[in-house]
């Protein structure tokens, strides 16, 4: 159906407009029935549907319908699939139709600066492109449905801390290569209904008021056409944040913003056009969805299923020493099941993505289902995290003596990570990191298995011969470790964030959370593996480390050129050959490494490509990924755009971001030129850096040698004290002014200079 709706909204009154502009309660926006404007419904997101019939709130206090419980983002995440989270998205959006959900508030996609943000376990990766990438997906599968989305939380909102209020201060570069681009690549790829823009500050202005966010960028630049909304309770001064891009807020205001909307509009502090533009845009996506209705599917038990599947294509299998896994269902009574997670898992999240879940599975549900019969034992008490109570340990030690294999089930409760603050350390309970060490004493076969929604510091690692990573897996969780644990399926996530061995080690630590008005991002670009990787640190698990069942060679690395500009694209294809007994799917990435040296600081290497490719036992697969522009690039400050410094790139096909197999090199030359104004103050190195201005620079530089050397030829003594290349060293950070100093010029003769120099380099 075409609508006009610059017509409808010229037919509403200046209260219509204005009241369109805030929701009728926690989660509807205003209907106006006069003119056949319904209202439509929105609910949390991101991992399943929080539809709250009663009572609304967004912390997850209230009930709401029972749901299917998806694996938070922390766990879809190190699938690396894109497939598979356009598949949850699309299942999202079949559940919304079937709920009368206009809108999912979905996804959550904010970089993991620290692992003890509160919602790292909704949030997808430390990674840009990875976000990004299954972020765009998620918006894909839910809109192809006819439901819309809404990316948060728009910008920089990286903690819970003071997350109302605080001010994220960040550099211009990290913002644009680290902080946006997963929201840049989520607006360009996946066109999402709606942007929720964020509770925090950005370097002093609040989000839900930043003309540059949410106009100049999100607008201008990347194109976004739906409508801007409020975190619930964001909003700070109504109109400056209408001015500034913000359109609709929620939850319902009482009525006082509506009135605040009016009153400017009256008094001329606020432009009708601005408002009428805010009313258009929420009008085209609620009638989007009221206009394109199609049948819902909520079958509760097949989205279960599907969720189980989901959650088994991302565990991560981060150790498995002398193939302790897998497991043999033949010799169950050989091992010993351990912990209380393994009856009651840790599957979510707490706050407003909190799901009531329809169904969980636990790994002893799950084994009952397939008919093994397992030997349990609780080991600790979930709500305790001091050893205090020695029983349940003792009881569980003695077994374990007798035992061949030892599983122990262990993670974070659910107090210990939430939207609404953050976690304090990055340690286990105390009673589950002594429980594992102590059976370690008496077994040499332990696998852990992990609940945990960010990670957790493990001083035990290296006693245990295998670990599986679970994250929070979703309703499916037990049916997922039942079936990768015994080998019926074979695990193929890998992390999509890095283990630091402590917390101290992550580049945010000296930052983290800030002094509550502000959180200074000191640590620049440099966040995860990009911090680790540059100062060639240890880690206990890297980015994009993930083991399987079986082994993957990688051989054929080509580029499709040798040198390229960075207007065309580099095509780079290698062969994947699965050489172990087992079908299984590996997660290739690419990352690109500079190697010539730059004036700014740039990462050791970065993710640029990735690509999860399913292998039968000897199978082998070309995989081929393309690299444009943006994968050299970095943001220029100066120029305001992004530039690849012309020079060298290592291009590496990688199992991990510490597991390099392959690599090859190419030039990639730039076609802009960075900008510059010369003046007294522009150092000699940055005119000898300038395309065409060295044979300018040429003369003057001899002159400053001269003036610096005295003017004669140098003697023997004297170039053994002070050699050649040290002289150009000193002269290439002498400002041009010194020639007056050095080269024996007048100031005149500088300025004339200066003159002639821009005048040749057409600055
Ligand atoms: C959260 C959002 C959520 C909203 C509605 C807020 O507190 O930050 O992610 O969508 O509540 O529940």
Not at 196 to 203: D, G, H, I, P, Q
């Amino acid at each position: 159906m075409k609508r006009n709706f610059k017509e409808l909204v010229g037919k509403m009154t200046l209260e219509e407009k204005a009241g369109l502009c805030s929701g009728l309660d926690f989660w509807h926006t205003k209907p106006v029935s006069r003119l056949g404007v319904p209202s439509v419904m929105v609910s949390d997101g991101p991992s399943g549907l929080r539809k709250q019939d009663m009572a609304g709130d967004h912390l997850g206090v209230n009930d709401s319908i029972k749901a299917v419980c998806f694996p938070s983002g922390c766990l879809t995440a190190c699938s690396f699939d894109a497939d598979l989270m356009r598949n949850v998205g699309e299942i999202l959006g079949d559940e919304c139709q079937a709920e009368d959900v206009a809108v999912i508030l979905g996804p959550a996609i904010n970089i993991k600066r620290s692992p003890l943000c509160g919602r790292n376990f909704e949030y997808l990766s430390e990674d840009p492109l990875l976000a990004g990438t299954l972020g765009a997906a998620y918006v894909k599968g839910v809109q192809s449905k006819n439901i819309g989305t809404s990316v948060k939380h728009f910008a920089a909102n990286n903690q819970e801390f003071r997350r109302l209020s605080c001010s994220s201060n960040i550099d211009e570069r990290a913002l644009r290569e680290i902080y946006l681009p997963a929201f840049e690549e989520t607006v360009k790829e996946g066109n999402p209904d709606t942007i929720m823009a964020s509770y925090n500050r950005v370097n002093g202005v609040f989000a839900v008021e930043s003309k540059w966010l949410l106009t100049d960028l999100l607008r201008k630049e990347w194109g976004f056409k739906g409508f801007v909304v409020s975190d619930w309770g964001a909003v700070n001064e109504r109109v400056a944040g209408l001015k500034a891009g913000l359109d609709l807020e929620m939850p319902a205001s009482g009525g006082d913003t509506d009135k605040q909307i009016v009153q400017a509009v009256k008094s001329g502090k606020l432009s009708e056009s601005v408002l009428d533009k805010a009313v258009e845009r929420i009008l085209r996506i609620v009638f989007k969805f009221t206009d394109s209705r199609q049948e819902g599917n909520f079958d509760k038990k097949a989205h279960q299923a599907a969720a189980a599947k989901i959650a088994q294509e991302s565990m991560v299998l981060l150790k498995n020493d002398s193939n302790l896994l897998p497991l043999s269902k033949k010799k169950a009574d050989d091992i010993l099941f351990v912990g209380a997670f393994a009856k009651t898992p840790r599957y979510e999240g707490g706050g407003s993505s909190h799901i009531n879940a329809w169904k969980v599975d636990s790994f002893l549900d799950a084994a009952k289902e397939a008919g093994v019969s397992v030997k349990w034992l609780a080991g600790y008490d979930i709500n305790e995290s001091k050893a205090k109570d020695k029983a349940l340990l003792q009881e569980a030690v003695e077994a374990a003596k007798n035992a061949k294999v030892v599983v122990i089930f262990a993670g974070l409760p659910d107090c210990y990570e939430s939207e609404g603050y953050d976690r304090e350390h990055m340690k286990m309970p105390q009673n589950q990191d002594v429980l594992i060490d102590e059976i370690a004493k008496v077994q040499k076969n332990v696998a852990v298995v992990l609940h945990n929604g960010s990670p957790v510091e493990m001083p035990w690692a290296n006693k245990v011969k295998a670990i599986l990573e679970s994250y929070l897996a979703g309703g499916g969780v037990g049916t997922a470790q039942f079936n990768l644990l015994f080998g019926d399926a074979n695990p193929s996530g890998k992390l999509a964030e890095t283990f630091p061995l402590k917390l101290e080690d992550n580049p945010s630590y000296l930052n983290f959370p800030g002094n509550g008005n502000d959180v200074n991002y000191a640590e620049g670009i440099f966040v995860g593996y990009r911090y680790y990787d540059k100062k060639n640190m240890q880690v206990l698990f890297p980015f994009g480390h993930g083991l399987s069942y079986t082994k993957f060679e990688y051989s054929d690395l080509k580029l499709s050129a040798k040198k390229i500009t960075d207007a065309e694209t580099l095509e780079v294809s290698l062969k994947v050959t699965n050489v172990g007994r087992r079908e299984g799917k590996e997660i290739v990435q690419i990352y690109v490494a500079p190697k010539t040296p730059f004036r700014e600081v740039r990462a050791a290497k970065e993710l640029k490509a990735f690509s999860k490719v399913s292998l039968k036992p000897g199978e082998t697969k070309t995989v081929k990924m393309t690299l444009a522009k943006r994968a050299f690039a970095m943001w220029s400050v100066a120029l305001g755009d992004w530039f690849v410094p012309s020079g060298e790139y290592e291009i590496l096909a990688a199992a991990s971001s510490r597991d390099i197999r392959l690599s090859q090199k190419v030039n990639v030359f730039s076609t802009q030129r960075l900008p510059l104004k010369v003046g007294p103050n522009t150092v000699f190195e940055e005119l000898m850096e300038l395309e065409g201005a060295y044979e300018v620079a040429k003369p003057i530089i001899a002159a400053a040698t001269k003036g610096m050397t005295g003017g004669s030829d140098r003697g023997e003594s004297s170039k053994a004290a002070v050699s050649d290349e040290m002289i150009l060293g000193m002269i290439k950070s002498m400002p041009l002014r010194s020639l007056r100093s050095f080269g024996s010029m007048s100031e005149a003769d500088v300025e004339k200079l200066i003159e002639h120099i821009n005048k040749k380099l057409g600055c």
